[in-house]
């Protein structure tokens, strides 16, 4: 079946983005990305500990295969984002950008101003952006307006696990988005990344729930295997949700 | 000359140092790495291109695993 996510300028074949934080080893990470198939990768940038050089995480991620997507985490305001965007750029991981704004660390949730304002400067200043933003039907029209490739909103707060808490918001974000929807942050488990693809998300991005399960790659296949059975069940047609029941054998006097 | 590497003081001996010298100095593997000389952005190609002045306040950031 030909059913491409595209984002941008770019066509993928999976719909599972994958975050590098909190895996247990860069082996870990490089196991859990390869069962996972996922084409976009996550990466975040961070000022150096000169006392411990050793994080090999980029040598994790297949450059041929997976597309870079750092993000700007740890900013919390715009112009701190354009800094750590233009850095992400110079660091070689081009010009790919998850803008992700958390003024506060107890909830992490994004700032919607500062994101908006944000965006409007980096993609004048050539950047591919996919904002992650609360589920905002009315910021992602204006994201989409200024010029993202994709929305980002979340299901529940970053490496929280607790599923898809603002459903019917994402649903209205996917009725009403002309760019791709992308599930993040908070889905904690299979079920959680089907039921984002089942009501129509373009595509999921998990991190914590593989990095720290018993076995990440194991997870990442299974993350894997219910975004595609999500997709398959949005693509194919959901049947309709009723209060009574429906006799799916022939009646007795038939 | 004196330096500032991320916050730190560092004396480094000679004329011409780059910033390419600096992350030899403080055995930093230069993948994934890029800099910041005074407030400026410099990638990893013009490490050997760009010099360090005395009191130079360099940050090196490197890419890590996020979400």
């Known amino acids: 079946m030909n059913d491409l996510l595209k984002i941008a300028d770019r066509t993928f074949n999976n719909r599972l983005f994958i975050g590098t934080g909190k895996f247990p080893s860069v082996k870990s990470l490089r196991d859990s990305i390869i069962a996972s198939g996922s084409e976009i990768i996550t990466v975040a940038l961070r000022r150096v500990n000169l006392d411990n050089t050793d994080d090999g995480i980029i040598s994790a991620i297949d450059r041929s295969l997976q597309l870079l997507l750092p993000n700007t985490s740890g900013a919390r305001n715009a112009e701190e984002a354009v800094r750590l965007a233009k850095l992400a750029r110079a660091a070689g991981c081009g010009n790919w950008l998850k803008l992700e704004i958390t003024p506060e660390p107890r909830y992490l949730l994004p700032d919607p101003i500062e994101t908006l304002k944000a965006a409007q400067i980096l993609v004048k200043d050539g950047f591919i952006v996919l904002p992650y933003i609360n589920a905002d039907p009315i910021l992602a029209k204006r994201l989409e307006d200024v010029g993202c490739s994709a929305v980002m909103p979340l299901g529940s707060p970053i490496g929280s696990n607790r599923g898809i808490k603002t459903i019917d918001s994402i649903r209205i974000i996917i009725e009403q988005s002309n760019i791709p929807v992308v599930v993040d942050a908070g889905l904690g488990a299979p079920s959680d990344a089907s039921l984002a693809m089942e009501i129509g998300a373009d595509a999921v991005l998990v991190n914590t729930a593989i990095a720290v399960a018993g076995d990440p790659a194991q997870m990442a296949q299974a993350f894997s295997y219910a975004v595609k059975a999500g997709r398959l069940a949005y693509i194919s047609g959901l049947a309709e949700k009723t209060f009574r029941a429906n006799a799916s054998s022939p009646s007795a006097e038939a | ?67």
């Open chain 2, 1 to 67: 000359m004196k330096i500032f590497v991320n916050g730190n003081e560092h004396e480094l001996e000679g004329s011409s140092i780059t910033v390419e010298d600096v992350i030899k100095t403080v055995n930093m593997p230069s993948m994934g790495l890029v800099a910041e000389l005074d407030g400026e952005i410099i990638s990893n190609k013009d490490f050997s291109k760009s010099l360090i002045k005395d009191n130079s306040k360099l940050e090196l950031i490197r890419i890590v695993g996020g979400g």
